[in-house]
């Protein structure tokens, strides 16, 4: 096992860490000596992964957390700084999607507007509110979680912050306009703060993630009965390696962008985990 003792001690604060690959990456880093503060909307949830961190010998705490308001953000930072001290390591990773920022079809069809199709949604039908929350959700709440506990962060030796962006941000997916163009808008945080940061010794970088089977898009990867959807087995045809990812597959990248003893002259990267789909033409 590679070493991270540089890690040990250190606080992390991650946001949505009640989900299933930020609650990875509280593990991942609590198993390195770090105290990770789990933040998240569901306590119960940010309390579930504590505790499993705490019974392994990890050192973690569960914060109530909605990363839209400042109020709530602002008492998650001191709960963290009383219990653990000032952040060190932040990941952004609270995110998400909404129906509301969907379309049905992956094309659009004319005749779905002169004949109303029932429970067509067209790229004309989208919910602008729908589209403002998953907006907000992915990027505003990145960049008020940012200002919250980076203002800690800013005179500290080695501390960095990691985006969750997507590989959506690269490539664009059908049906889902506003995920990815919110996560677009993750990538370009990241490297407009790796710049604004810079003098002052804070890293920036992001994961971007391709498909993982996680609770948040079991219907859209698999049937009722277990099988692969139609677009699963598309998803799959354009992934050269040939699988959907699983949590352990972010560990290395989290850890090496983590530690500055691998990633010290790294910062404005968005890396990609993606099994190669990003790099796939189809052909």
């Not at 609650?23 to 770090?34: Q, R």
């Not at 505790?51 to 973690?60: F, L, N, P, R, V």
């Not at 990538?187 to 993630?209: E, I, K, Y």
């Amino acid at each position: 096992m590679l070493s991270h003792d540089n890690l040990k001690n250190r606080v992390a604060v991650i946001t949505g860490g009640g989900g299933v690959l930020c609650s990875g990456f509280a593990k991942d880093l609590a198993a390195f000596g770090v105290k990770v503060a789990i933040l998240d909307l569901k306590p119960e949830a940010a309390q579930a992964v504590a505790d499993e961190i705490k019974a392994s010998g990890g050192t973690a705490i569960a914060v109530a957390c909605n990363v839209l308001e400042k109020e709530s953000l602002e008492q998650a930072r001191q709960t963290v700084n009383e219990q653990f001290g000032t952040c060190d390591i932040l990941v952004n990773g609270a995110g998400g999607n909404s129906p509301l920022g969907n379309t049905t079809k992956e094309t659009f069809e004319p005749g779905d507007i002169r004949e109303k199709a029932q429970g067509v949604k067209t790229f004309f039908d989208l919910d602008p509110e729908g589209i403002q929350f998953v907006f907000n959700l992915n990027f505003l709440g990145t960049l008020l979680t940012t200002q919250t506990f980076a203002i800690d962060m800013v005179d500290k030796q080695h501390a960095c912050i990691l985006n969750v962006s997507s590989m959506n941000a690269y490539r664009p997916l059908t049906k889902i306009p506003a995920y990815s163009a919110a996560k677009a808008a993750v990538s370009n945080f990241t490297q407009f703060m790796a710049v604004h940061f810079a003098d002052v010794g804070l890293r920036v970088n992001a994961l971007a993630p391709g498909f993982f089977a996680t609770n948040q898009n079991k219907t859209l990867l698999y049937n009722e009965d277990g099988s692969l959807t139609p677009r699963s087995d598309k998803i799959l045809s354009h992934t050269p390696l040939g699988r959907f990812g699983v949590p352990a597959d972010l560990t290395g990248a989290l850890l090496f962008l983590c530690d500055e003893a691998y990633s010290g002259f790294i910062t404005g990267v968005i890396l990609p985990v993606d099994g190669g789909f990003s790099a796939f033409s189809g052909v």
